[in-house]
């Protein structure tokens, strides 16, 4: 039989589990629009790095961070970061998301 606390736990997952994919539609209905072509062109290879700017319009990264591998990564988080500190208030939602989902869980 399973005890109180963890009914109580599992019951605290299944809510958190829901209120997480909520905010991943919420999340993609409101940035869909504006990331699809910060996607296509951080996605983009034939871009070299020293002409992304121009060729874009968008923010340059440093692929150091992403040691290579993880520079679509890198470009993604640096425009989404660049998004929300220009879209005062209505950025302040999802950037708070972002940083509460990143924070870990203790019990």
């Not at 997952?13 to 869909?32: A, D, P, Q």
């Not at 020293?50 to 874009?56: D, H, Q, R, Y």
């Not at 660049?82 to 870990?104: D, H, K, N, Q």
Request: aromatic residues 12%.
């Amino acid at each position: 039989m399973v005890s109180k606390s963890k009914t109580k736990d599992y019951i605290y997952v299944v809510i958190s589990v829901i209120i997480g994919i909520v905010t991943v539609i919420k999340l993609n209905e409101f940035t869909g629009p504006t990331f699809d072509p910060i996607v296509k062109a951080c996605t983009d290879s034939s871009i070299p790095i020293e002409e992304f700017v121009a060729k874009t319009g968008y923010q340059i990264y440093d692929p150091k961070v992403g040691l290579g591998v993880f520079n679509f990564l890198v470009c993604l988080i640096t425009q989404f970061l660049l998004e929300l500190r220009g879209t005062y208030p209505a950025g302040l939602l999802p950037w708070v998301a972002v940083i509460i989902v990143s924070l870990p869980c203790h019990s």
